[in-house]
Structures are given as C-alpha cells and as structure tokens.
C-alpha cells in the first residue's frame, strides 16, 4: 500500500490551489485572473511622484549632451521656432526639437489608445506600459553604452545624427507617463510638466492649510522638489562620467521597479 501511494503523482501547492467548489485551480489560472484584476488608486501618487524624479533624471542629462529635452516640450517648441527664425545656436538643433516633439506626440496617441483599448487600470494594462517605457529606457542606455550612439558630456560642436534613435525612445516613453497619470486620478502631477503645475500650486486657495488638508498642495510641492533633485543629481552624475548612459541605467532601473510594483499592486476592492 506504502508503494502505491508513493507512486502516485503529488500535488505542488505552488502550483495549484482549491477554487470554491473544490476544484483545483493551476497556477496560470490564478495568474490570469491576477492580472486581469483592476488596482486601487490609493497611494498611486507615490509611483507618480517617483515618475517626476526620473524626469528629472532624464532631461538634465539628456540636455547636457544633446542640447534638447525629451519631456518638457515647451523648451523643445521655443528650440523649434529660434531654429525656423535662423537663430538656432547649435547646427540642426531644430531637428532634435521637432523629432522630440514627434515622438512625444507619438507617445501620446498611442499610450492613451493602449489604455483605452484596454482596461485603463487594469494591472495588466499599467503593467505592459511601463514595461515598454522600461524598455525603451534600457535599450536607449544600451546602444549609448555598446558605442552605437555618441553619449559624451558636454556636447561637441559636431552632429551626431545616431542620437536622435534616443531621443525619439526617451521621448515616446515620457508620454506614457503622462497618460497614466491622469488615468489614474493624479493629473495633479502631470510628471513632465512644471509649468502648470507651478501655477496650480501657488494659486490654490488653501496653498497655506495644514498638510493633512491639502493632499494634492503637497503632491504638487512634492512633484516639483523631486523633479529639481533629479536633475541635479543628473547633472552632476553626468558631469562626473562624462557620459549620459549611468543615468539613463538609473532611470531603466527605477521603470522596471515601477513595473514590478505594479504587478504586485493591491487589488481595487
């Protein structure tokens, strides 16, 4: 009898678990219905804000070798017209700008369609998106650190046309950010946006309330604090190595923990 039941297939806990009716249920089942799950929204500011210094993070660095942003369009717009005036003050400047501002653009139709198209707080859905925003970070910090694109700091007089491959991925994944934001009910930090939400913060009208009466005062002071550290330490990372692939690894590595976070995000209830 011993013998028998040793020769009988055991079941991985693991694996499986007992569905109400006591069936047993596999792993890839408990998996599906995890990821089709819609996630709360409490506290998704955190991860917002966390966004905000990865902005940081990207545009001082970015700026510093290739003389353009890859979030804060405003400043590409004014690069955009100084150069179509024959004021720009770095040959085809310009360019850099409006294939910033594109790919942006870009970013914006198809981040926003994606959630659309699919449950919009569906955790598969915010996964897949900072999954590919991780992705186009990473594979950006790759070819700048394989040699493919000239990554030095400070920028040289010369034009290296391969840097627009990274500006176009920095820039189409900014957009994600963005549009996740005001998804999840945070449009109070719009993440790549300083502007705005300057004005909104000094405007407010209870901008001098006790801090637990004012939660999106202090998101806002908060969002422009860690978008002014990040690039600091941007800047000055870059200007130490020389070279913008350490932050552009940082700013990879801080996407994946989002899109990790997300995958074990507590359920809406």
């Known amino acids: 009898m011993k013998e028998t ?3 009988l297939p055991r079941t991985n806990s693991v694996d499986i678990e007992r569905s109400d009716n006591g069936t047993e249920k596999p792993f890839s089942v408990r998996m599906r219905k995890h990821f089709a799950q819609e996630v709360s929204t409490d506290h998704a500011d955190i991860l917002m804000l966390l966004c905000c210094l990865i902005t940081g993070f990207l545009d001082s660095t970015l700026y510093n070798a290739f003389k353009t942003f890859v979030s804060m369009q405003t ?17 085809f400047g310009w360019a850099r700008s409006l294939i910033s501002i594109g790919f942006f653009c870009i970013g914006s139709f198809v981040f926003s369609r994606f959630h659309r198209f699919l449950n919009p707080l569906q955790r598969s859905t915010l ?18 650190q394989g040699g493919v694109i000239e990554g030095a700091v400070p920028a040289g007089l010369i034009n290296y046309w391969n840097q627009i491959a990274a500006i176009a991925l920095l820039s189409f994944q900014a957009a994600g950010q963005i549009v996740s934001s005001r998804l999840l009910g945070v449009g109070e930090v719009p993440t790549i946006v300083i502007t705005s939400l300057l004005c909104d913060l000094l405007s407010d009208p209870a901008l001098f309330a006790r801090p637990s009466a004012n939660v999106k005062r202090n998101r806002r002071a908060i969002a422009f604090t860690l978008t002014l550290l990040g690039a600091i330490v941007g800047g000055w ?15 990879g590595g801080c996407k994946i923990l989002m899109t990790l976070t997300w995958g074990c995000w507590k359920q809406k209830v």
Not at 75 to 90: E, K, P, V, W
Not at 237 to 251: D, N, Q
């Open 75 to 91: 400043g590409n717009t004014i690069f955009l017209a100084l150069g179509a005036s024959g004021q720009n003050n770095r040959p």
């Open 237 to 251: 990372v870059s200007k130490v190595t020389k070279s913008v692939s350490p932050m552009l690894w940082v700013a």
């Open 5 to 7: 039941e040793d020769s």
């Open 127 to 144: 996964v897949a998106s900072y999954l590919l925003q991780s992705c186009c970070i990473l594979l950006a910090a790759s070819l700048v």
